[in-house]
């Protein structure tokens, strides 16, 4: 744990030279793209990889699962991967997905978001 901490970037997003500076790791800008897209009516989930697959098991809750954040020259990119709730329009749905997780990145952290892209990895059928 203390190892993927050490491998966390860190993004300067203000700096005052009589107060310090803000920065903020890249795995907050994650758990706030994967908070958004979970909040989109239809988004049954975030799909992860393996590992993140199996600590979800074991009972800890990962909010990063399914997103990849990547930044170059102050643009933020997102690549999400969503498991979506059958029924819904995948196209609706993907378009507010970007909306609301750029809307969120660029609101709560001052960042420019780029692009984000959706990769929509399985469909939720409920068994009534």
């Excluded at 609101?107 to 692009?115: E, Q, W």
């Amino acid at each position: 744990m203390a190892n993927e901490r050490e491998n966390n970037t860190n993004y300067t997003i203000y700096e005052n030279g009589s107060l310090g500076e803000v920065q903020i790791a890249d795995e907050v800008v994650a758990i706030i793209a994967g908070i958004a897209a979970t909040e989109v009516e239809g988004v049954a989930a975030m799909a992860g990889n393996i590992q993140k697959e199996f600590v979800s098991k074991l009972g800890m809750k990962i909010l990063s699962k399914g997103v990849r954040i990547s930044v170059e020259e102050g643009n933020v990119s997102v690549d999400l991967s969503i498991i979506l709730d059958y029924g819904y329009s995948i196209p609706e749905v993907t378009r507010d997905v970007q909306e609301k997780v750029k809307n969120a990145i660029e609101t709560m952290t001052g960042l420019s978001v780029a692009d984000v892209n959706i990769r929509v990895a399985d469909v939720k059928i409920d068994n009534e």
